[in-house]
Each structure stands twice: as structure tokens, then as C-alpha cells.
């Protein structure tokens, strides 16, 4: 189907849908090396109209990539709840956005209309929203998810402590650790990416992570961040809390990543038959990022932000326990500076969250993109007022083993105190048990005797 | 400055089992001045890697002591921007430069490429080094080529290696930045080099800088990958480096 507007007596025409999506993307450098965005600023905003113009029903029949080739659109089409989405299924997208906003359409209505949302519909409206919108929106969102804490509530703030080593050291690893618990960090998971994707390291290294969170009682879980095959490998030998993968918008993404549903859903039922959580049963953890279809070469001409919030439907599927984009991972040839890293950021966040996922976000960039730690200050401050369930703690920001910047455990220190928000109910209790904070959240002087700082060398 | 307006973090046994910024103390939970400061000079380092020029004079000089053939050569991104948003123009050569080659009649087995990639710096300073100690050797056995390139992205070497006829490519070129290593090197093989290969046909030889892999074991690896190449006559992920080999010389780390 063609699309067109016509703007000052020039008519703009859209061959497909997919183009049109792709034409009306804020501008970001992947969609240009995809060769997908628009040629002016003018057929950028003639694109958002047309679009706002578009039925969210004509959504559900005219599929970005095809059904037939492609197991993510088959998701897509057959999980979509016709009942769910009766309530707006006159609206276009352009109405979509200004029902959205609306002070009656509140959490409860969200919830309703979820199911009934598809990937594509959530990442249409998303690019004739400013930046404003979709940090309102999402904040209507309340996202919950529960292992051995409760992640997502309002008011409060969890935290990915992430203490990677380039060469995988177990006392590296643990220090890091401490150091980051001492911060009040590692309410969602003390989650490591493993410099190497060995069976036997990932799973020394999920034992120790495991002896240190038995030893100290903190409520908490934890994740080696290896491929999920490694993990099914290990899971019978090795204390694996939460499943792990990498996952994309399309078949061929994740067949890139050596994945396709079959072997998510194996994961996912491998874990939960171990019921290793406490106030709840959510076993996975994916990451995800604009640029990943791109970069496999796997995107059927369908812009980067869309491919992204497909990704949201197969994580949709397994009922999660955390989701967070790496937004500024990737580097400059997909997002090419600090606007357009935020900017990506936030649309991640709004649609994942529209979509009903308990969304976290790698606030990071790397040393060849256009971006410094004043962007990162932003995209936080800017995720945290939208409610992002959680941020990484890296010491110091620094990713010794990446090579890139995240956010600190210093920044997670920062956020809950400028947005009045607090660790996760149960991590909280054992902070202020542990004397790490007070009833404030502030940082208590702790001395060398600290249980914290005598876990070394036992 | 005062020490006393900081919480210190008493975790001086933590600090010495890790490189991470540990331990940092902090002011009302913020990082204290030191420590934000040094982080910045950090992270201002590897941008100006990132926009380091290709020291052309110096290594053009250097390169044609070796009186191998030497091509100066440009990729199609014209700038460093363009080159950061446009990697697949750094991975083909402009006309004027294509031009060059098309000139070129000697036959070549090798062909050796060095570019600037993420950190010009990383090339200026240590690949003449490099090719001091392996030229000498490989030019016993082999018609060598060399070629250096501006805003040259790994691939590029295919295009040059296939364009001359060699059999086999290295080309050297600046990593990525990290924080504590601006100035890194990496090394990247191919067999039989064609415009269009992608890096499961290349093997890797990365993370060569001061506090990294040293160039003599960076060399080692470098022989073995080009043996084994020539040997088994092809390359990439199907040759696995032999790490008893490359390290029952020397005990230091390798591959990082």
C-alpha cells in the first residue's frame, strides 16, 4: 500500500509502510548507512504526518516482514489479543498519540490495552512523539517484577551491579562486587559478563557469586551473562538464578545470535523448573539494542527503532524478570551522538514499557561516539523521572572488560537521591540492616571491620 | 585539596585485585573532585586517539627504507566523521587510489596494510617497530607489498591484497579506545583476500600496546597465523591459535 502527503504543493510519496516508518525516524546514522531514512527534514515531518494519518488497524494485516518468512512476525500476529485492542481499534496513530497523553488513559487503561498492542504500532506512535511524551507516557506505566526482590514499584530504583574483569578474576569480580553492594547496588542482579563464554568459567562464576550472596543473606540474584546454550550447559551442575540472553526483532537477528524461540523457550523452562526465587518466579534477563538487525544484516529495510521494539515482543513472550537496551553500546554508526542516543534511550524505554516489560536501561557510550558523562547525567535524570525500573552500577563507569562507559555506582547514589527513589524493599532492609545506608539513603562511614570488607581470601 | 570533606571507602586490600575504579570514596555520594576530573582526562585521552592524524610523513619516510613497492593510499571516507558514521566507506579505496594500484605491475605475495582505524596514535607509534623485526624474515620467503592508508577500516586490506594479486594480507590498525588503553593495536589476517570477505574468514591479533600484548609475542602470533595460513591455505575462525605454542616462550598474557 502507498502512502502520501503533500506539503507546499509537493507531493511526498511512501512506496510501503516499512518506508514510511523508516522516513518519519527522527534521524539517527544506522538508519542512513541502511540507506532507509529521509532525504530532507521536510520528508521527515511529511513522513509523521502521513503516518499519523495511518490506522493502528492497518498494523495487524500489513506486516513489515513477511509472516510466512519470518518466526518474529508470526509471534507478532498470533499472541495479538483482538479484545484487548477493541477499545482502540478506530484510532489512528496520530489520534493514538494524543489518547495516550490523555489524563483518563491511566495505568489501568495501559494495562488493559497491552495485549492488544503489537511492536510496530507502539514504534509508530513513538516517532511523532517528542521526547516529553514518551518520558509521560511511560512514567503512567508501573511495570513490576519479582525473583528474590521486587523490581519496578513507584519510588523506587534498582540497580545491574556489573563488576566485569578482562580476565574473568574471581577476586577482581568479588572486589568490584563489594564495592558496588557498599553503594547500595545489585537490587536487580549482580549480573557479570563473562570475558570468555567457557562453560567452565561461567560456572565457577556463577558458584561464586552464589557463595558470596549465601554468606552475606542479601536478597538478591544473581547472572552470568553467557550465552544461553553455556547456560543451559551449566544449569544442572551450577546455581543459575536468572537465564540470560541477547535478543533482536527479527528471525535472522537472532539466528546471528545463535538463538531462535525454540531454544529461548528451552531456557526458560529449564529455570523455572528450579525455582530458585522467593517472592517470585520470573527467571529471564535479555538485553537488547537498536542497530543489532543492522549490524547481522537482518533487517528487511525496516528502520532500527522498529526492529528494537520487536525485540520487545519475543522478550514479551517469556514473561521476564529484567529487559534493558544497551543503547549506546553499539557506537556512532547507529547512534552517532549523545541526542541520539537519548533520544533512542527513551523510545527503547516508552516501548517496552507500553508493551508491559519490566524495562532497565545501560545508560552508556563509547569512546567514538560523539558523547561524554554530561550526556550520560541527562539520559539518567531524563529515565529516571520516566520510572526506568533499572541502571547499571559500574565502578567508577568504567568497563574494564567492555571498554565503554556506563553508569556509576557513585550515579545510582546520585539518582535515588535527586529523585527521591529507594533500593528494592527487600535489598533496602538488608542496606540498612547491614548499616551500608540510613533511613535517608545516605552512605554510612563504614570502617575496615565491615562484614562487607572481610569476604576476601575465605 | 582536603581529604577530610571525603568518605573514604576502607577497601585498600579490594583495590589491589582489580583495575576498576574501586574504592574511590566519595561527597555525599558523588565522586570527589580527584576522582571526577580523572576520569575525564581519561576519557579525553581516547577522543583525541579517536581524531589522531595518521603521522604520513613520518611512516611514508620509514616505509620506503624497507625499498619494498609502497602505495599511499585513501579510503572513501573523506573525513574522520565520515568515517565514524559510514564504516562502508572505510572499507573501500577512492578512485585516485585505485587508480595507483591498477599501475602497479610486480607480483606480490604479501601485502601488508597499516591504517589509522579508532587511534592514528596506536600506528604512529608502533608500527615500525613491528615490521623492523618481521620484514627482514618474511621477505626471505616472500615478494612483500606495503600499503598505507588513510581512514582505513579492516576490510580495506581486502580490496588492496586482491587488487595486487598477494595471497595473504595483514594490516595494522588502531583499536578502539579504552580508558586505560588509548593507544591499542590490532592486527587482523587474511588468505586469499577478496572485496566482500567478513571477519570469520580473518584471525585477530588484538589489544598490542604497552600494558598489553608486547610485539614480540604480537609477532609470534603474527608467524604462526601466516604458517598456518599458507599451510592449511585459508584463514579465520577455522585456524585456532595454539596457545602453548605462543606462550611456552614467554610467560606473559596473551591474546587480552
Known amino acids: 500500500m502507498e502512502f502520501r502527503y503533500t506539503v507546499n504543493n509537493f507531493t511526498y510519496n511512501f512506496k510501503d509502510l516499512k518506508t514510511l516508518m523508516a522516513k518519519a525516524s527522527p534521524y539517527r546514522t544506522g538508519d542512513a548507512l541502511a540507506g532507509i531514512s529521509a532525504e530532507t527534514n521536510e520528508e521527515r515531518v511529511a513522513a509523521q504526518f502521513a503516518l499519523g494519518e495511518v490506522p493502528l488497524s492497518l498494523f495487524l494485516t500489513e506486516h513489515l516482514i513477511p509472516y510466512e518468512s519470518d518466526e518474529v512476525t508470526r509471534l507478532i500476529v498470533d499472541s495479538h489479543y483482538q479484545n484487548s485492542f477493541s477499545s482502540i481499534n478506530h484510532l489512528t496513530v496520530g489520534d493514538f498519540r494524543n489518547w495516550l497523553l490523555l489524563d483518563t488513559t491511566n495505568q489501568v487503561v495501559l494495562d488493559q490495552v497491552k495485549m492488544g498492542l503489537t511492536p510496530e504500532m507502539v514504534a509508530a506512535v513513538s516517532k511523532i512523539m517528542r521526547n516529553q511524551d514518551l518520558i509521560a507516557v511511560a512514567q503512567k506505566c508501573e511495570v513490576i517484577s519479582r525473583f528474590r526482590t521486587t523490581v519496578g514499584q513507584k519510588g523506587r530504583l534498582s540497580i545491574r551491579l556489573q563488576p566485569n574483569h578482562p580476565t574473568d578474576s574471581q577476586s577482581g569480580i568479588l572486589a568490584s562486587t563489594i564495592d558496588g553492594l557498599m553503594y547500595g547496588c545489585g537490587d536487580a542482579v549482580i549480573g557479570i559478563n563473562p570475558a570468555t563464554d567457557s562453560p567452565e568459567v561461567v560456572s565457577n562464576l556463577l558458584k561464586m557469586l552464589d557463595e558470596v550472596r549465601e554468606k552475606l543473606e542479601i536478597p538478591t540474584q544473581s547472572c552470568v551473562l553467557s550465552h544461553i546454550t553455556t547456560t543451559l550447559n551449566n544449569i544442572k551442575d551450577a546455581p543459575v538464578d536468572l537465564v540470560f540472553q541477547s535478543i533482536g526483532g527479527t528471525e535472522k537477528t537472532n539466528s546471528s545470535f545463535g538463538i531462535n524461540l525454540n531454544i529461548l523457550n528451552e531456557g526458560y523452562e529449564a529455570a523455572m523448573e528450579l525455582k530458585r526465587g522467593t517472592v517470585g518466579q520470573q527467571v529471564m534477563y535479555f538485553e537488547t539494542g537498536q542497530g543489532s538487525s543492522l549490524s547481522a544484516n537482518a533487517h528487511h529495510g525496516v528502520d532500527q527503532q522498529t526492529c528494537e521494539a520487536r525485540a520487545y515482543a519475543v522478550a514479551r513472550k517469556f514473561n521476564p524478570f529484567l529487559v534493558n537496551s544497551v543503547v549506546g553500546f553499539i557506537g556512532p554508526e547507529y547512534l552517532f551522538d549523545g541526542k541520539q542516543i537519548i533520544r533512542a534511550a527513551l523510545e527503547d524505554h516508552f516501548c517496552a514499557k507500553l508493551l508491559g516489560l519490566p524495562m532497565g536501561m545501560d545508560v552508556c557510550y563509547t569512546n567514538h561516539a560523539e558523547a561524554d558523562q554530561d550526556d550520560m547525567d541527562n539520559l539518567m535524570t531524563l529515565l529516571g523521572v520516566a520510572d526506568c525500573n533499572f541502571f547499571m552500577g559500574v565502578p567508577g563507569a568504567d568497563d574494564i572488560m567492555l571498554n565503554y562507559q556506563s553508569t556509576s555506582f557513585h550515579d545510582a547514589m546520585y539518582m535515588r537521591k535527586v529523585l527521591k527513589k529507594r533500593p528494592a524493599p527487600e535489598f533496602e532492609a538488608w542496606l540498612l540492616a547491614q548499616g551500608i545506608i540510613n533511613e535517608k539513603g545516605e552512605r554510612n562511614a563504614l570502617n575496615s571491620k565491615h562484614l562487607l570488607l572481610n569476604m576476601h581470601g575465605k | ?256
Not at chain 2, 555520594?29 to 577522543?47: E, F, N, V, Y
Not at chain 2, 594500484?101 to 587511534?119: C, R
Open chain 2, 1 to 256: 585539596m582536603e581529604n577530610k570533606l571525603i568518605q573514604t571507602d576502607p577497601s585498600e586490600l579490594l583495590k589491589t585485585q582489580t583495575n576498576a575504579r574501586i574504592g574511590l570514596g566519595n561527597v555525599g555520594g558523588a565522586l570527589p573532585t580527584q576522582q571526577t576530573l580523572s576520569l575525564k582526562l581519561d576519557h579525553a585521552r581516547a577522543k583525541d586517539a579517536v581524531f589522531s592524524p595518521l603521522n604520513i610523513e613520518l611512516l611514508a619516510d620509514a616505509l620506503s627504507e624497507f625499498q619494498l613497492p609502497f602505495f599511499l593510499l585513501k579510503s572513501k571516507a573523506e573525513n574522520k566523521i565520515e568515517y565514524l558514521k559510514r564504516p562502508d566507506l572505510g572499507r573501500r579505496l577512492e578512485k585516485h587510489s585505485l587508480e595507483i594500484l591498477e599501475k602497479n605491475n610486480e607480483k606480490t605475495d604479501i601485502v601488508l596494510v597499516i591504517t589509522d582505524g579508532l587511534s592514528a596514535d596506536a600506528v604512529n607509534t608502533q608500527v615500525i617497530n613491528v615490521l623492523k623485526q618481521l620484514i627482514p624474515e618474511w621477505s626471505k620467503k616472500h615478494k612483500i607489498a606495503l600499503a598505507l592508508v588513510e581512514n582505513g577500516r579492516v576490510a580495506i586490506a581486502d580490496e588492496i591484497g586482491e587488487r595486487l594479486g598477494g595471497k595473504f594480507t595483514a594490516i595494522f590498525i588502531g583499536e578502539r579506545p579504552g580508558l586505560s588503553s588509548p593507544h591499542s593495536m590490532g592486527i587482523y589476517t587474511t588468505f586469499q583476500p577478496k572485496v566482500g570477505l567478513t571477519d570469520e574468514s580473518r584471525n585477530c591479533i588484538s589489544n598490542i600496546h604497552p600494558d598489553g600484548l608486547s610485539i614480540p609475542q604480537a609477532i609470534r602470533i603474527l608467524n604462526y597465523y601466516k604458517e598456518e595460513s599458507y599451510i592449511n591455505q585459508y584463514s579465520g575462525f577455522k585456524l585456532k591459535l595454539d596457545l602453548n605454542l605462543i606462550e611456552e616462550q614467554k610467560n606473559t598474557p596473551t591474546i587480552g
